[in-house]
């Protein structure tokens, strides 16, 4: 198979039906960003670490916009901050996706 990359803001430039959709957004709050280690804040654009807000905007998103783009099995796996995992399953549900 091949593999087709695109640039694009979340999924807005995105076609087709996918089996997975894997995310590493950003997740921490922007809170946290004091916290960061030198090596991450010193090599990691903040965009890419904070969502600038609560650290869920994001999970928010692909939540919202992730079934119109996967298959009847297709699942979503992302990264989360090691506190979140209540809230993001919180956010999935909400929009009828379930929970592993």
């Given amino acids: 198979?091949?593999?087709?990359?695109v640039q694009?803001?979340?999924l807005s430039a995105v076609e087709g039906r996918f089996d997975?959709?894997?995310?590493?957004?950003?997740?921490?709050?922007q809170t946290e960003m004091k916290d960061v280690a030198p090596e991450?804040?010193?090599?990691e654009p903040e965009m890419a670490l904070?969502?600038?807000?609560?650290?869920?905007?994001?999970y928010r998103l692909i939540a919202e916009q992730a079934?119109?783009?996967?298959?009847v099995q297709g699942r979503v796996l992302a990264e989360i901050g090691w506190q979140q995992?209540?809230?993001?399953?919180k956010i999935f549900t909400a929009v009828g996706c379930d929970s592993p």
């Fill in 85 to 89: 995992g209540d809230a993001v399953r």
């Fill in 50 to 58: 904070t969502d600038g807000a609560d650290g869920l905007s994001v």
């Fill in 1 to 5: 198979d091949r593999a087709e990359i």
């Fill in 8 to 10: 694009s803001d979340w």
């Fill in 20 to 29: 997975l959709i894997v995310s590493n957004p950003p997740y921490l709050a």
């Fill in 40 to 43: 991450l804040a010193l090599h």
């Fill in 67 to 71: 079934q119109g783009y996967l298959t």
